[in-house]
């Protein structure tokens, strides 16, 4: 305690106390073996001790008595408030934070904008390529997306992840995995393989997907294919060369969808068209289709066998009466959707065999391309959704021939 906090009769015992002590530094009784209440001290000592040393033992013992009990009726504070149930309950509400829905205005103040734009660079200078589909993606809010991507990850985590990742692939034709038309799907669903056909540009894509989630990590949404052959190259009769394999930057496209694949998907011309569904292709194309496209419109078949008699000439313009009304082609074409959208942008990827490709969705929203475990480019503004479980799909076409999906891997980091 400060020495101007004590009362006077303090400082008086304290000297007493002082004095006292001094007079009976040379006795090894303790303290409290002494009587606190001596009547009359006599000449003849008690153990040996003189009558000096009792008094100064009974003076000492008083003091220490008369101190504590100062010290004790000056440090007592007020007593306990008492409260009603009613009363403790009421107060103990005020001081409950309410939650706010959304991002909270007074969080866009200027030091909250810079700290937020350093994230966004830091996250950037990770990859060699970045791109936006606006002009300006500065204003871009990150900490929304992955504030709910926070939530679902911890979630998972305290629930416990899914039994299964993406281990295996599906056809997206609806057609039975076993089956061999336009494609195959070998080593326990884990490789697509496309049957060699010429001319090549009638060969189809091959569209695969996942029953199973992309593994969920502290980093986002993640899973790898690798390239394991391509298509030899064909030389003209006349200029005979060695048949070689070589790389073009079209040919594999990834991406996720943000349901399990099912029967919706059957009639999708390609990759680009599935519902719900980001994808970055090796040639530097995003695609983002938000809900269902638009369905296309198909000409009729034609049920009338042309022969020559029903078949007009070159130069008449006259038509059979039984065609009935013709037929007109839509131009331009019809928009796949309000929510449909693809953009080029300046970058692309010769692939090679061996070649290792993987996807990965940031908490932000971002889509980032890697390739042989490089970071190579990254959609600032993709919009993916990574607050769910996200399925992969893959599209293969062009010269590539054969793609291995690789089971639990981790991202680059």
């Given at each position: ?7 006077q009769e ?12 001094s ?5 090894h ?5 002494v009587?606190r ?17 009792l ?10 008595w ?9 440090s ?8 009603s149930?009613?009363?403790?309950r009421?107060?103990t ?11 909270h ?10 700290t ?10 990770t990859?060699?390529?970045v791109?936006s589909?606006?002009?300006k ?14 939530r679902?990850?911890t979630?998972l985590?305290y ?5 299964t990742?993406a281990s ?19 080593d ?5 393989r ?25 980093s ?10 391509l ?7 006349d ?7 070589y ?13 399990r694949?099912s ?12 519902a ?11 695609f983002?289709?938000r ?11 034609s049920?009338m ?23 007109r ?7 796949k ?21 993987g ?24 919009g ?15 010269h590539v ?6 089971a ?6």
């Amino acid at each position: 305690f400060p020495r101007m906090a004590w009362p006077q009769e303090a400082l008086t015992q304290a000297a007493n106390l002082a004095q006292m002590a001094s007079s009976a530094i040379e006795t090894h009784r303790p303290a409290w073996q002494v009587e606190r209440q001596v009547s009359e001290v006599h000449p003849e000592d008690r153990d040996g001790l003189s009558a000096v040393q009792l008094q100064g033992h009974q003076a000492l013992q008083d003091s220490c008595w008369h101190m504590t009990r100062t010290l004790e009726a000056q440090s007592r504070g007020p007593g306990p408030v008492r409260q009603s149930k009613a009363q403790h309950r009421i107060h103990t509400n005020l001081l409950k934070v309410k939650a706010v829905p959304g991002l909270h205005l007074e969080a866009l103040q200027e030091d909250h904008l810079s700290t937020e734009a350093a994230r966004q660079q830091r996250q950037q200078s990770t990859c060699k390529v970045v791109f936006s589909q606006v002009d300006k993606a500065d204003g871009l809010d990150i900490a929304t997306p992955e504030m709910r991507f926070s939530r679902f990850f911890t979630a998972l985590m305290y629930h416990g992840p899914p039994e299964t990742t993406a281990s295996h692939l599906i056809r997206l034709d609806g057609m039975d995995s076993g089956s061999t038309f336009k494609f195959s799907i070998l080593d326990g669903g884990k490789c697509v393989r496309r049957e060699e056909r010429l001319p090549r540009k009638t060969m189809p894509p091959a569209m695969v997907g996942s029953v199973e989630p992309a593994p969920v990590l502290s980093s986002g949404h993640y899973f790898e294919v690798k390239v394991m052959s391509l298509f030899q190259s064909v030389s003209a009769a006349d200029r005979p060369k060695i048949c070689e394999t070589y790389g073009r930057t079209a040919g594999v496209v990834l991406g996720f969808k943000g349901a399990r694949p099912s029967g919706e998907d059957e009639l999708a011309k390609d990759i680009s068209t599935v519902a719900n569904s980001w994808c970055i292709s090796s040639n530097g194309w995003f695609f983002s289709q938000r809900g269902r496209p638009n369905p296309q419109l198909h000409r009729p078949t034609s049920q009338m066998r042309a022969t020559p008699e029903l078949r007009p000439t070159w130069h008449r313009a006259r038509q059979a009466a039984s065609h009935g009304a013709q037929l007109r082609c839509v131009w331009p074409p019809l928009c796949k959707g309000p929510g449909h959208v693809e953009r080029q942008f300046d970058w692309s990827c010769a692939l090679q065999e061996g070649d290792t490709l993987g996807l990965l969705a940031m908490p932000s929203g971002a889509l980032v391309l890697t390739v042989n475990g490089v970071r190579e480019l990254m959609v600032a503004d993709a919009g993916v959704l990574a607050d769910q479980y996200l399925y992969p799909i893959v599209q293969v076409a062009n010269h590539v021939r054969s793609v291995k999906l690789c089971a639990a891997v981790e991202p680059p980091e």
